[in-house]
């Protein structure tokens, strides 16, 4: 692949996230053309191909794959289709961006992992967004120079509005806390080991048989500690932020993203309602960056060893949610390929 080409991409599965990646590539970002889309509903996927120029829908992924105009794959299917998607990519040997998580659980990561071995060179990019958000960049540089000292403990909180219906509670570890899992181990460097879940009683706003909030605790194998508050339906705002503190100060960021407007004798700002617009530029970034990279025969970002690693913290925080106990991370070795 030369850098003059357009890179034609398929997009599989076009819900909130899929048809927000379409629009990006279609409109924002440069150097890729949505080439095909995938979705199991045929209406929908027409829709949406009907509004781009040469893009073909579909409903099966791997005739998608077979089309010559795609060079490239966007997954932003439900988690647990996943794996089969990423074997058909692999048996193209086509470069997939895979929204997170990789994988439901960490055995099925592993065959991941294993399968993109045997093709002997990296093709997969993990969707964790964060890592390409300007406040979480600058908080990773700043703790990376060591001004401050060691970092010793991060303070997060992770807040929707609301969760969508079916929402559970396994789900605010898998498909929320995912997140601060990722987040975690690329600002200290270092892997989960352990993970406790306390809740407090729950929110009156959270449906019912949902535990709503959680406090989540991560050890870190550097021994650093991590606490998550989780809460999905906090009715107000889509909030994350994040509080390095350090041997010799603390930096914070997730609060500075917004206009501040003073009238009528108020001052305030306002809070993003969902990850998609809170979060608009980091996808934007993830996005570039992948369409770039791809364009240079490279691949960069979160690895299968990362969406592996962030899976197998999650199995420990869902049976420490079922336990009441500390749970420990169980992690095989990380092979050479992923260092
Ligand atoms: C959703 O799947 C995401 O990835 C969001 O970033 C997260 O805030 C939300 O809780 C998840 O359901």
Redesign the pocket.
Known sequence: MTQQQTLGVAVIGTGRMGADHVRRIDRTISGARVAAVVDVDPERVKGLADRIEGCTAYTDPAAALADPAVGAVVIASPGPVHEAQLLLAFERDLPVLCE?PLTPDPASALRVMEAEQRLGHRRVQVGFMRRYDAEFLRLRSLLAEGALGRTLMLHCT?R?VS??PG?TSR?TIN??VV?EIDTARWLLDEEITAVTVVRPRPSGGAPEGLSDPQLVLLETSGGALVDVEIF?NCGFG?Q?RCEAVCESGAARVGDGHSMVTSAAGRWGAEIAQD?VVR?ADAYDRQMQRWVDATRRGEVEGPSVWDGYAAAAACEAGVRAQESGERTAVELVERPDFYR
Do not use: E, L
């Open positions: 997170k992770h929707n969760s969508a929402f789900m498909d929320s997140h999905v889509y994350v990850f979060f």
